[in-house]
């Protein structure tokens, strides 16, 4: 998004005023009636370096081949092909993050400027230009771009103070946009963008040209049309919209697979805050050890740009598949500014045949459904859960736990041992189980259970309370390395844990 360092497009009506003030062989005369004409030139001619509003343009030269038209009131110069003005460097520092070119090279070849000398007002309402315009930098720096070489091509039209520019930019990368630029009278700048992002390709462009691409993030699959419009008022405010429209793109971001990712977002920045409109978001699966599938989300989201985590969050929709059963957000507005704010996450029908199918110890199996409650917090520091809770539902079912990995998660507690029994085949007719989960990854979970083990004390009624802790992180980075997520997520952890010097293996 262009801030306060984006070149401005007066800078290329500075250039044109210049062409066409070493063009003119004539100064206009106080003589009624004259004019002249000169069919092809060729000059060429050192430029001025300018020092001004916080801009710097050293080292040009202009080499042009204008044609000259003129009378009293106004001249026309036509600029044949090969009409070029290079300049070594144009900066502006006049901002927090300056923008500097090295080497351009300014293209006027089929392009026209009038100058209406006889007419009131400024020099920006009595120059215009109608033609092609091409600019090439052979090196572009600014904090958000990777620095290298730069290309525009396209046309421009109007007097200097309306000036309108359109065209494509395109980075030595790769990547390329259409441009719009238009100028308005009263000092204001309003420029579009529109770009469309097609496969891993296309990906690897815009990353290559953005210095703040997420390391972690590669997209593999899909496409996105990308659309921005920019403006800035006569006292320096800024405005800004954007749109993404994604389709079936799929990749992985830090440990986590994505697949078939495709929706509208529509954001907006207004003075100091960012608003974001999600609609028909749709995600085939997200996979970070184990799957969660059929994502649907539908929503708006409203912060401070100073604390984007600390907004407001309008649900319409937001439900997906988990474990045969079904994760549900309800539709509401939620505040998650000052920390204290949660977005309940409905459990229904979760399976417990399928969570311990996908829980990486032998031995582990269970049956019956799940349901519950759990109050999700995302902050800076990360997500938490406090006081979730879920439960079986009637009327129960089975429940087998591994002695070992059942007196690891007791920390080997002796009198614990009449738990440990009951849990090698515990039929249970009620589950409740509260959930609790740090910013660390410690998950504790307070499981309280009725019913009986057949091969323990003649089947007689047993109630157990068991506090049990895991480490989430760790889990799925076993599940991560065992290949239950693609090769991509494997490979990404082991050179991840590597890199730590932490053990590779499963």
């Known amino acids: 998004m262009p801030g306060k360092g984006s070149v401005k497009p007066e800078c290329i009506g500075r250039g044109l005023i210049w062409a066409a003030g070493v063009a003119m062989v004539a100064w206009p005369l106080a003589v009624a009636g004259w004019s002249f004409a000169i069919e092809e030139g060729s000059m060429g001619m050192a430029l001025p370096d300018i020092q001004s509003g916080g801009w710097e343009v050293t080292g040009s030269q202009a080499d042009i081949r204008p044609s000259v038209t003129a009378d009293r009131d106004s001249a026309t110069i036509e600029f044949a092909p090969s009409s070029l003005i290079m300049t070594d460097y144009l900066a502006y520092t006049g901002a927090e993050q300056p923008l500097k070119l090295n080497t351009l090279r300014t293209d006027l070849s089929n392009s026209t400027v009038t100058l209406d000398y006889g007419a009131s007002g400024s020099w920006a309402d009595r120059i215009a230009i109608d033609g092609d315009i091409a600019v090439s930098a052979a090196r572009v720096e600014h904090p958000i771009l990777v620095p290298q070489a730069w290309n525009f091509e ?150 401070p740009v100073t604390e984007l985590l600390a907004g407001s969050l309008d649900v319409h929709q937001a439900r997906a598949r988990f474990l045969e059963g079904t994760l549900r957000v309800p539709p509401a507005l939620y505040e998650l500014g000052g920390g204290s704010g949660r977005i309940p996450v409905e459990v229904e029908d979760v399976s417990l045949s399928r969570l311990t199918a996908v829980y990486p110890a032998e031995g582990l199996s269970g049956s019956g459904l799940l349901r519950g409650r759990i109050p999700l917090g995302i902050s ?57 989960y740090d910013e660390q990854g410690k998950l504790t979970l307070g499981l309280r259970l009725k019913g009986k083990n057949p091969e323990l004390r003649g089947g007689q009624p047993v109630v157990l309370n068991v506090n049990l802790e895991e480490d989430i992180p760790a889990l799925l980075t076993s599940l991560q390395l065992s290949g239950r997520v693609n090769e991509a997520v494997t490979k990404r952890v082991r050179e991840l844990l590597q890199e730590s010097g932490e053990e590779t293996a499963p």
């Not at 690897?204 to 419009?229: C, H, I, K, Q």
């Not at 079912?397 to 849990?423: E, F, T």
Request: glycine share 14%.
């Open 154 to 303: 396209g046309w421009a039209e109007g007097r200097l103070s309306e000036l309108r520019v359109q065209g494509t930019l395109v980075s030595d990368s790769g990547f390329s946009a259409d441009l719009d630029v238009q100028l308005d009278p009263d000092g204001g700048v309003s420029v579009a963008i529109e770009s469309v992002i097609d496969g891993k390709q296309g990906v690897r462009a815009l990353a290559d040209t953005l210095s703040g691409w997420p390391d972690l993030l590669t997209v593999d699959s899909g496409n996105a049309r990308l659309s921005m419009e920019v403006s800035t008022g006569k006292g320096g405010e800024l405005e800004a919209t954007g749109s993404a429209e994604l389709k079936d793109v799929g990749g992985v971001f830090n440990r986590t697979a994505v697949s078939g990712l495709t929706g509208q977002v529509r954001g907006s920045l207004d003075d100091s805050r960012m608003t974001a409109r999600f609609r028909d978001m749709t995600v085939g699966e997200i996979n970070a050890g184990i799957p969660v599938s059929s994502v649907r989300f539908s929503g708006d989201y409203n912060a």
């Open 380 to 436: 800076t520091d990360g997500v938490r859960v406090s006081e979730g809770n879920v439960s079986a539902i009637d009327p129960g079912g089975r429940l087998q736990l591994p002695a070992d990995k059942l007196q690891a998660m007791l920390g080997g507690n002796q009198a614990m041992d009449i738990v440990v029994q009951a849990l090698q085949n515990f039929h249970y007719s009620v589950l409740n189980s509260t959930i609790d």
